[in-house]
């Protein structure tokens, strides 16, 4: 009997998808206790056609409609009574469907989100970055209290009847947003506790720099829009060391280009290096000085990205659709 319904949301996924069904044809659970659907978001090439070969489920969109219509409309069809969502860009762990299944067990565990392995599934400088920085932001969040303030859309969990209970993922938010935080808000008031599971895992193909800054600069901005309802910081990248680094970088970064603001560069750059500390010395210990420094220059900069994000959230109208 299907107990967990994987649900893998792909628009223009023709290049990965086939990865991240390889490692669910592989997993170490039995394959009867758990389905794949693939909700292919009206995409221009192959996605459909790689689903397909591995003989999945395979559901159409006839116009693109967005990660959260997506994530919907399999949860709508799924046969489990829980839903993994899992994107197309995740390799899976092996062991990822059984330690849902194993988590699940408990029926006081109502949703779950977990975290991307430390290794990158693109072998890039910035890929294997990016992968130290997620792991890193988790270890000291989640992985640390065994709870989360949110669901990681691209790696979580949930019980399906509590999921349409709340009316599933906000569909106004324009492509990949922060659905996932708003989401986790209405689970939450409904007394629905979030936990962090290290065994929902799986190895993440990362875009470049500029993707995931641009990525960053819009996130932020609606982030920031939900943090007063949100009462704070969150798990993971979202976390208060992060937040303190990323406005002081944004306050060395100003130094330099605005030479009246240059008293303030040393000392906010200070900062900025006190915050960021744990997360680069980790960095320097697993992968040496070299990369560290690579690391740090990209980190300071992100970070920057990030500080500008939340300062101009009030202007413009973010990432959600109008009306």
């Known amino acids: 009997m299907v107990q967990v319904s994987v649900v893998v949301p792909a628009y223009k996924a023709q290049g990965h998808l086939g990865a991240c069904l390889t490692g669910f044809a592989g997993q170490t659970a039995q394959r009867g206790r758990y389905e794949v659907l693939v909700v292919d978001d009206c995409s221009p090439d192959g996605t459909a056609a790689v689903a397909e070969r591995f003989g999945v489920r395979v559901l159409r969109h006839a116009v693109n409609q967005g990660a959260a219509a997506a994530r919907n409309t399999g949860a709508d069809a799924a046969l489990g009574g829980v839903v993994l969502f899992v994107d197309s860009d995740v390799v899976p762990a092996p062991g990822l469907v059984q330690a849902t299944l194993d988590l699940f067990e408990d029926p006081s565990v109502r949703a779950a989100t977990g975290r991307y392995e430390p290794v990158p599934a693109n ?140 008293p303030l560069a040393l000392p906010a750059q200070a900062v900025w290096l006190g915050a960021s500390a744990p997360f680069l010395g980790f960095v320097a210990r697993r992968e040496g000085l070299g990369f560290a420094v690579y690391a740090a220059g990209v980190h300071f ?22 009306g």
């Open 123 to 262: 072998d890039t400088r910035f890929a294997r970055y990016k992968a130290l920085w997620t792991w890193h932001s988790w270890e000291t969040t989640g992985a640390a209290t065994g709870e989360s303030g949110h669901l990681q859309g691209a790696l979580a969990a949930v019980r399906r009847d509590d999921l349409l209970a709340v009316g599933g993922f906000d569909t106004s938010y324009e492509g990949g947003s922060v659905e996932d935080y708003e989401l986790s808000d209405r689970l939450k008031a409904r007394g629905i506790a979030i936990r962090f599971d290290d065994g929902i895992a799986g190895r993440h193909h990362f875009p470049g720099m500029g993707t995931v800054a641009r990525n960053y600069w819009d996130r932020t901005r609606m982030w920031v829009r939900l943090a007063p309802q949100r009462r704070g910081f969150s798990s993971g990248q979202a976390n208060r060391r992060a937040g303190i680094a990323a406005m002081a970088a944004l306050g060395g970064a100003a130094g330099v280009v605005f030479p009246p603001l240059l």
């Open 301 to 322: 900069a992100l970070s920057a990205v990030v500080g500008a994000a939340a300062v101009s959230a009030p202007i413009g109208r973010g990432s959600r659709a109008a």
